[in-house]
């Protein structure tokens, strides 16, 4: 059974910093590219980064120099490091894997406010 399980969510100021984590289980972990997806209250999701099992990064413009996407294969694990956080940040932010198919966490609740 596959699992993605991200935490590391939390209320957080703006310009404060936060730590996504996904862990995942079920699947070959290295093969699958990773991506970090958000949804705000009354948006559609979007993609906010990605990396490739040969760990090329891509980034959504208003994130980047902001968020560094980042992988452990030996952990299974995939990271989501957010800097200089923004009102504009505030999501629920998800983790998905994709290879020959795709998988999805539950989402982890992102709020910046003072």
């Known amino acids: 059974q596959v699992q993605l399980v991200e935490s590391g969510g939390a209320l957080v100021q703006p310009g404060g910093s936060l730590r996504l984590s996904c862990a995942a289980s079920?699947?070959?972990?290295?093969?699958?590219?990773m991506n970090w997806y958000r949804q705000a209250p009354g948006k559609q999701r979007e993609l906010v980064a990605t990396i490739t099992p040969g760990g090329t990064k891509t980034y959504e413009d208003s994130v980047k120099g902001r968020f560094t996407i980042s992988r452990d294969n030996a952990k299974n694990t995939m990271y989501l490091q957010m800097n200089s956080l923004k009102p504009e940040d505030t999501a629920v932010y998800f983790c998905?894997?994709?290879?020959?198919?795709?998988?999805w966490g539950q989402g982890t609740q992102v709020t910046v406010s003072s």
């Open positions: 998905n894997a994709q290879h020959s198919r795709g998988y």
């Open positions: 079920g699947i070959i972990f290295s093969i699958y590219a």
